[in-house]
């Protein structure tokens, strides 16, 4: 069954497997996790897809996007006049996902006082609507994402751990995208496809080969949503190149540095030996020249950007020597030579 979630990955291929075994019944409350844009939405939309309650409704709730007082009356509903303006009853998601899913997205931004209702809902499968005192049950599929670390929020009593163990009946996780980089030319063949039909004008209908390797190197800190809209540029603009340059340049900007950062120290250093020696003979200056100079900047420059370009892939040898285009043994012994250290 298509359930739109692509990818070759072995960690892709083990949420498929989840979402088989658990669809059927469709009753243990999910938690999905991971960074954005790693397809936490598509996800749950897969495990409805795949699920007999896709006969009903599947009722997306942003709990980060709507403020506290808001969402307690989105979620439950409104009986007529509970409230000044409260001037018809109004239901909420609860009853309207009946029968189907309820997907709380960005459900570690709930506040502590709503998760205490949220809690009351799941323990005993009734509410009610604000104003109301009468029970409603409740029989919907709650599937819940977040890319916050939830453990985390608990120790820090930002988030109830009761609750936590409530939504995290079946707990997936889904890896980024800079993990898994073999999913890649899928998505880029699939989406490539998706935007031939909405867009037939683009400048280019297909990526060549240079490109889509350059892709799966880059380490996509906004994961497949990144992914996407950097295909899209592509294929509409036709500037593969120009989108690659600039892919290569964020790379480096993203952990702040720039060659000149790396290079200021040794500048400095520079300019003082060369008033040192500006009174000296060519013959006392020693080891002075602009060829030890290139060789020490370069040093310097190489061992700054191979340790940010290691901190990124978080030590992950191979990965950084696929995005610095070097052998892994190359890298091995410029970590060596330049006296990298791995930061504890
Ligand atoms: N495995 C996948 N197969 C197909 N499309 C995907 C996949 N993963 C992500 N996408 C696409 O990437 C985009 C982002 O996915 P999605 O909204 O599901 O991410 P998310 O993890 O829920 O993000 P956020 O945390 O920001 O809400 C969407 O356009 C989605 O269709």
Not at 132 to 153: C, D
Not at 218 to 240: K, T
Not at 256 to 278: C, F, H, K, N, W
Not at 314 to 320: D, K, L, P
Request: aromatic share 6%; with cysteine; proline share 3%.
């Amino acid at each position: 069954m298509d359930t739109g979630l692509v990818g070759v990955s072995s960690d892709i291929q083990k949420i498929r497997d989840i979402i088989h075994l658990i669809s059927s019944d469709a009753s243990l409350n999910v938690l999905i996790t991971g960074e954005t844009g790693v397809g936490k939405e598509v996800v749950a939309r897969a495990l409805y897809e795949s699920s007999p309650r896709k006969q009903s409704e599947f009722v997306k709730v942003n709990c980060a996007a709507i403020p506290d007082a808001l969402l307690e009356s989105e979620l439950f509903g409104v009986e007529q006049g509970a409230y000044t303006g409260a001037n018809k009853q109004r239901k909420g998601k609860f009853e309207l996902a009946d029968g189907g899913v309820l997907f709380l997205d960005e459900i570690g931004d709930m506040s502590f006082h709503l998760q205490a209702k949220l809690l009351h809902v799941l323990q005993s499968g009734e509410y009610n609507r604000l104003g109301s005192e009468s029970n409603m049950r409740s029989n919907t599929w709650v599937i819940s994402a977040t890319n916050h670390n939830l453990k985390q929020k608990i120790l820090a009593k930002e988030f109830r751990e009761d609750l936590y163990y409530r939504l995290n009946m079946v707990r997936i996780n889904i890896s980024p995208l800079r993990e898994r980089p073999e999913d890649i030319p899928e998505l880029i063949t699939h989406y490539t496809e998706v935007y031939n039909t909405k867009y037939p004008n683009s400048k280019t209908n297909h990526l060549t080969s240079e490109t889509v390797e350059s892709l799966c190197r880059y380490p996509w800190p906004g994961n497949v949503r990144q992914l996407i809209s950097v295909l899209q540029r592509i294929l509409i603009l036709g500037c593969d190149e120009e989108a690659i340059d600039d892919l290569r340049r964020e790379t480096i900007g993203q952990q702040g540095l720039t060659v000149s950062d790396a290079a200021t120290p040794i500048y400095g250093q520079i300019m003082d030996e060369i008033r040192d020696i500006v009174n000296k003979t060519p013959d006392s200056i020693g080891s002075f020249s602009l060829k030890t100079i290139k060789k020490t900047t370069s040093n310097i420059v190489e061992k700054e950007v191979i340790s940010q370009i290691l901190g990124m892939t978080n030590w992950n040898r191979t990965h950084a020597s696929k995005i610095l285009k070097i052998s892994y043994k190359t890298l091995l012994t410029k970590i060596d030579q330049l006296e990298i250290t791995r930061p504890n």
